[in-house]
Nanobody, 120 residues
Framework: QVQLVESGGGLVQAGGSLRLSCAAS????????MGWYRQLPGNQRELVGSVTNGGKTNVADSVKGRFTISRDNAKNTVFLEMNNLKPEDTGVYYC??????????????WGQGTQVTVSL
């Protein structure tokens, strides 16, 4: 099994920045894609972005230009750098991982989620 532990969430004012981290442990050799989903209040969980173990990234159009995803394979950690945050970014952010090259349609491993709250 794979365990994912997120950190870095919190409260920030609109226009501010946060950096989320997600460290993987366990059967990490089985992981290819890692990334982030989020669940905004009243909405379904949605993909924010992903990165393969080869470094190929994908970011949702809704956050493109503001959010950056990156990965440190040596530390088995994926990051989500969030800039110019807006109140509508408020929600729970989940780390996700898969043996596949994408987490767009199936996720085998989930983190516990971290709350991001953006105030006016």
């Amino acid at each position: 099994q794979v365990q994912l532990v997120e950190s870095g969430g919190g409260l920030v004012q609109a226009g501010g920045s946060l950096r989320l981290s997600c460290a993987a442990s366990g059967r990490i050799f089985s992981i290819n894609a890692m990334g982030w989903y989020r669940q905004l209040p009243g909405n379904q969980r949605e993909l924010v972005g992903s990165v393969t173990n080869g470094g190929k990234t994908n970011v949702a159009d809704s956050v493109k230009g503001r959010f950056t995803i990156s990965r440190d394979n040596a530390k088995n950690t994926v990051f989500l750098e969030m800039n110019n945050l807006k109140p509508e970014d408020t929600g729970v952010y989940y780390c996700a991982a898969s043996p596949r090259a994408t987490i767009s349609y199936a996720v085998e491993y989930w983190g516990q989620g971290t709350q991001v709250t953006v105030s006016l």
